[in-house]
């Protein structure tokens, strides 16, 4: 119940800051972009805000509680560096910021979707690859959850690696149930977890990375979970096309 109070806040502020940012000058790609984020946060608000609530008083108090809670540890300061990013003129600056939001984002996964023990991870493309050479890894520690370090380096020349990196050039999601029913080349090289869900990151035809999010048993993640991970891997991609 906690958890869906908190995340119909969270998203009804992403709803707020896509509206926010429409009348800013900007592509037409960015200006669609943000707008779908803007009604897919809302209508999600509006169907996470009754999830697991048993009345309207419970999701009220709960709400009340939490998502206050949720706008001081990290909803506030995304929002204005959100803002920040796309009002600023100077390079440096844009890219201090672009950081903050990336460490934000993560943490907002990670303490938003599934259990306690939930772990998310920022996956950046290394740039400049040799051919064949590709991969995706987590730079600057950019993880957030349980006290143990997620996978960092995927990459091309191994098959799990060309599947997430399938996932990036595609810009789609996926969802693992139980990492026990894949293929035996696709498991994980450990059993620090058994469930994910992977988002690529993009704006337009931009392509950033993958936000990645998982959970110790099979049960923990959700189909549901796919849409929520989806608003905030598109609001970093909005985040981080703005002003390049």
Request: with cysteine; net charge neutral.
């Amino acid at each position: 119940m906690g958890k869906s109070a908190i995340a119909a806040g969270v998203l009804a502020v992403l709803a707020y800051v896509a509206q926010m940012v429409i009348g800013l000058d900007m592509a037409d790609w960015l200006f669609w972009t943000i707008t779908s984020i803007g009604a897919i946060a809302t209508l999600t608000t509006v169907w996470l805000a009754n999830r697991r609530v048993a009345t309207a008083h419970q999701a009220a108090e709960a709400a009340t509680k939490n998502q206050r809670r949720a706008f001081e540890d990290v909803l506030v300061p995304l929002t204005l560096n959100l803002g920040l990013i796309v009002s600023s003129t100077v390079r440096v600056e844009r890219r201090a910021l672009k950081q903050q939001t990336k460490l934000a984002i993560v943490a907002l996964t990670a303490n938003l979707i599934g259990p306690p023990d939930t772990r998310a991870c920022f996956l950046e493309e290394t740039p400049n690859p040799s051919p064949g050479m590709r991969e995706v890894k987590c730079q600057s520690n950019l993880w957030s959850g349980r006290n143990v370090a997620p996978v960092t380096t995927f990459r091309e020349c191994d098959r799990r690696g060309r599947e997430v990196l399938k996932l990036l050039d595609e810009g789609t999601s996926q969802f693992v149930h139980d990492v026990d029913q894949l293929p035996p080349e696709l498991k994980p090289d450990s059993d620090t977890y058994k469930t994910y869900i992977t988002c690529a990151v993009t704006a337009g035809d931009m392509s950033f990375g993958l936000l990645t999010v998982d959970c110790l048993n099979p049960g923990d993640l959700h189909q549901d979970d796919v849409t929520m991970v989806e608003v905030f891997a598109r609001m970093l991609g909005v985040a981080l096309a703005a002003r390049r």
